[in-house]
C-alpha cells in the first residue's frame, strides 16, 4: 500500500511540473503533423515533392513552429506584460500569478530549448533540400527548381542565396545565445551574455529576409494538367486525344501569398512595446530619484537609499523589485534588486541591498567605496555627485504574495535575504494578523552579512515578544564558512537573541522539515526560497519528501540570476 502511494505521489507531481511542457509539445506536434501531410498530401505540390521527397515535408512542418515559438517567445520575459497580469489578476488569483511569476525563466527556456532542437531539424532537412534540388535536377521543371543545374554549386545555395544565408545566420546566432546564456558564462560575462541575446534582433531580421529565394511553389493549373501528366510515355501521349485534353498545358507555379513575416513581427512587438513602455516610465518625473545615502556594507555589500523627486508616494508593496540602471557604469544594463524598505506616507524614498556579484556591482561598490573615503578626508568630489541612477517598475516577484499566506517559510541563502526584508519592514510598520506563523532561516558564508539586517530582525523578534508571540518569529542563522566564536562576539555582542540563533555548517533539511510537519500536521506551509539553482532543487525535493508526513509544503522560487 505504501509502495502504491509513493507510485502514486511521484506520478502526480511529474505529471503537475510536466504539464504544460506535454501540452505545448503536443501542441506543436499537431501543428507539425498537420504542415508535414499538407505538402506530402496536397496535389499543387507534386512536382515540388517529387524532386525534395521528405525533405520539403519536414523542413515546411517544421517551420511554424518556429514561427509559433519566435512570436511567444519574447512574452515570459516582458516585464510590462508580468505587471499587467499582476494588475488584473493579482488580487483574484495570487497562487496563480506567483506560480507563473516562478515559472516565466522555464517557460522562456523552454521555448528557448525548443526554437533551438526545431531550428536544427529544420535547417538539416533544408541542407537535404539543397541536395536534392541539385541532384534531382530536371530542365522541365526548370522554373520550380532552386538550383540553376546539374553543375550548380550546393555551396552558392547554401550561403550565397537569401534562404542559405540567412538560415546560416539565425543558426549561428541561436547557438550564440545558447553559449552565453550557460550559467557559467552568464555569471562571469554578465555584460556578454546581455549583448548576445540582443542577437536576437538580428535572428527577427533574418526571418523576415529568409523567404525571399522563392523556395517553395505550387501548381497553379491543375485541371488543365492534373498530377500524373508528367509520367506519361511520349508516344502514348501524342496518340490518345483523351490524354492531350487533359494534359494540354505545361504545369505553371506560383510563390502565393507570403505570410510568414506575421509571426516574427508579433514577438518583435511585444519586445519594442516593452521596451518603449519601459523607457518611458523610467525617464518620466514620476520615477526621476536622487541618492540620499549610500555606504558599503561589511561583506562586500552596498545599501542605496534612493528618494523619489515627486511629492505624490510611489506604491511599492513589499516582495516587489525594481530594475536600477547607472548610465555612468553601463547604459545598456538594468539589474534587478528586491526593495527592502519602501515609501511611506512619512517618505517617498527606496532602499536596496546590492552584493557584489559581477563586473556591474564590484564597479559600483568601488565607486561607494571612492565616496567614503574622499569624505572621510575632507576633500574631493562627491563620487555620487557625478553618478545618476535611473529606477524602473516596481515589478512583481513570486514573494509578492508572502503576507497572503498563514504558514511561511523562508530560506535565503546570502543576498537572498532581501526579498525577506522587505516584508520584515512591512511587519514592523504594520499590525498584520498574516502570516500568524514565520519560520526564517538565512544562510551565508561570511558573519559580516548577518549585520546587513541585524536590527530589523532583533526589532521584529522584540515586537512579537512584547505582543506575547513568542513563536509567531522563529529564526535560524547559518555560517558555512570560517566560523570564529571571538568573531561572532565582535559583530553580535549587542544583539544576544540574534547571536544565540547562529549555527556552524549548513541546515540539516531533514531535520528541519521533519520538525515542521510535527508542527503543523495537516496544515498548508507555504515555502520561499531565494538562493543558489542546487539549493533550490534540494528544497524542492524535501518538499515532495515530507509532503507524506501530512503536512502540505508548497514551495515557491526567486532567482535573478
Known amino acids: 500500500m505504501e509502495r502504491s502511494g509513493k507510485v502514486y505521489h511521484a506520478t502526480r507531481n511529474f505529471m503537475f511540473k510536466y504539464f504544460l511542457a506535454f501540452i505545448w509539445i503536443g501542441f506543436n506536434f499537431v501543428v507539425f503533423c498537420k504542415a508535414f501531410k499538407n505538402y506530402h498530401h496536397e496535389p499543387e505540390y507534386y512536382y515540388l515533392s517529387k524532386i525534395l521527397g521528405n525533405g520539403l515535408c519536414i523542413s515546411r512542418g517544421t517551420a511554424p513552429v518556429l514561427n509559433l515559438t519566435m512570436a511567444l517567445i519574447t512574452l515570459p520575459v516582458s516585464r510590462s506584460f508580468n505587471f499587467l497580469l499582476n494588475a488584473l489578476f493579482g488580487r483574484w488569483s495570487i497562487r496563480a500569478l506567483v506560480f507563473y511569476l516562478e515559472k516565466i525563466k522555464v517557460l522562456h527556456l523552454t521555448l528557448g530549448v525548443g526554437l533551438i532542437i526545431v531550428g536544427v531539424i529544420h535547417s538539416l532537412a533544408h541542407l537535404v533540400n539543397i541536395i536534392n534540388f541539385v541532384d534531382n535536377y530536371d530542365v522541365k521543371f526548370d522554373d520550380i527548381n532552386w538550383a540553376s543545374g546539374k553543375d550548380d554549386s550546393k555551396l552558392r545555395l547554401l550561403v550565397a542565396t537569401p534562404t542559405g ?151 511599492i508593496c513589499a516582495g516587489q523589485y525594481v530594475l536600477l540602471q547607472c548610465p555612468a557604469i553601463s547604459t545598456i544594463e538594468w539589474h534587478p534588486f528586491t526593495v527592502v524598505d519602501f515609501p511611506t506616507e512619512i517618505h517617498n524614498t527606496v532602499s536596496l541591498t546590492v552584493a557584489v556579484r559581477g ?129 561572532i562576539e565582535e559583530y553580535f555582542g549587542d544583539y544576544p537573541t540574534l547571536k544565540a540563533r547562529i549555527f556552524k555548517g549548513r541546515p540539516n533539511w531533514d531535520e528541519f522539515f521533519l520538525d515542521l510537519a510535527t508542527l503543523y500536521p495537516s496544515k498548508a506551509v507555504t515555502v520561499f526560497s531565494c538562493g543558489p539553482k542546487n539549493m533550490t532543487k534540494e528544497l524542492k525535493t524535501v518538499c515532495r519528501q515530507y509532503r507524506k508526513h501530512t503536512c502540505k509544503f508548497t514551495h515557491f522560487h526567486e532567482g535573478f540570476g
Open 165 to 315: 544565408f540567412s538560415g546560416c545566420v539565425m543558426l549561428a546566432t541561436l547557438f550564440t545565445i545558447a553559449y552565453f546564456s550557460s550559467r557559467q558564462m552568464r555569471d562571469r560575462f554578465y555584460n556578454s551574455f546581455l549583448a548576445s541575446h540582443h542577437l536576437f534582433l538580428v535572428f527577427y531580421g533574418m526571418m523576415f529576409y529568409h523567404p525571399l529565394s522563392n523556395i517553395i511553389k505550387y501548381q497553379t493549373n491543375l485541371k488543365a494538367h492534373p498530377n500524373g501528366c508528367d509520367v506519361i510515355e511520349e508516344h502514348i501521349f501524342r496518340n490518345d486525344s483523351v490524354l492531350q485534353a487533359i494534359c494540354n498545358e505545361k504545369p505553371t507555379f506560383n510563390t502565393g501569398e507570403k505570410r510568414a513575416w506575421i509571426w516574427p513581427l508579433i514577438g518583435l512587438s511585444i519586445y519594442v512595446l516593452d521596451i518603449v513602455f519601459r523607457y518611458i516610465t523610467a525617464h518620466s518625473d514620476s520615477k526621476k530619484v536622487t541618492t540620499l545615502q549610500s555606504y558599503g556594507l561589511p561583506g562586500n555589500g552596498v545599501y542605496l537609499r534612493l528618494r523619489f523627486t515627486r511629492s505624490k508616494r510611489v506604491v
Open 359 to 487: 563586473d556591474w556591482t564590484q564597479k559600483l561598490y568601488d565607486v561607494v567605496l571612492e565616496k567614503e573615503r574622499l569624505k572621510q578626508n575632507g576633500g574631493g568630489i562627491d563620487a555620487l555627485r557625478k553618478v545618476q541612477f535611473l529606477l524602473d517598475g516596481p515589478y512583481p516577484s513570486a514573494m509578492t504574495g508572502m503576507l497572503k499566506y498563514k504558514r511561511v517559510v523562508y530560506i535565503g541563502a546570502g543576498v537572498g535575504i532581501t526579498p525577506f526584508a522587505g516584508f520584515v519592514r512591512h511587519l514592523l510598520n504594520f499590525n498584520t494578523d498574516r502570516p500568524s506563523r514565520i519560520h526564517l532561516v538565512w544562510i551565508v558564508r561570511k558573519a559580516e552579512m548577518f549585520t546587513w539586517f541585524a536590527d530589523e530582525l532583533t526589532k521584529l523578534q522584540e515586537r512579537f515578544w512584547k505582543q506575547n508571540k513568542p513563536d509567531r518569529f522563529m529564526l535560524k542563522l547559518f555560517l558555512t564558512r570560517d566560523y570564529n566564536s571571538n568573531l
